[in-house]
């Protein structure tokens, strides 16, 4: 039995209508570049604000239905308890 090869990355979906018309969130200030603004325009990035809720805000954005999904991880994360 062959093998698949292998996939480095999944493919990534909407888990609600499962488009691949995503955008990426990202947060922080805007550097206001004109490739910022043509991601934006293209959909491939939405600005989030300022503030990141580590394990509350969403790292994804459907272009086709608006849903938010995914987990924004923490780059610093503790575990605790
Ligand atoms: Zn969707």
């Known amino acids: 039995m062959e093998m698949s090869p292998k996939v480095k990355r999944k493919p990534l979906c909407c888990p609600k209508c499962g ?3 995503l955008a990426r969130y990202l ?3 805007p550097d206001g570049s004109e490739k910022l603004e043509r ?3 293209f959909g491939k990035i939405v600005l989030g604000g300022c503030v990141i809720e580590p394990d509350v805000s969403p ?5 086709d239905c608006g849903e938010s999904f995914g987990i924004y991880m923490s780059s610093r994360s503790k575990r605790t308890g």
Do not use: H
């Not at 790292?59 to 272009?63: P, R």
């Open 59 to 63: 790292k994804y954005c459907c272009n």
């Open 39 to 41: 991601d934006v325009a």
């Open 27 to 29: 947060f922080g200030l």
């Open 19 to 21: 488009s691949r018309n």
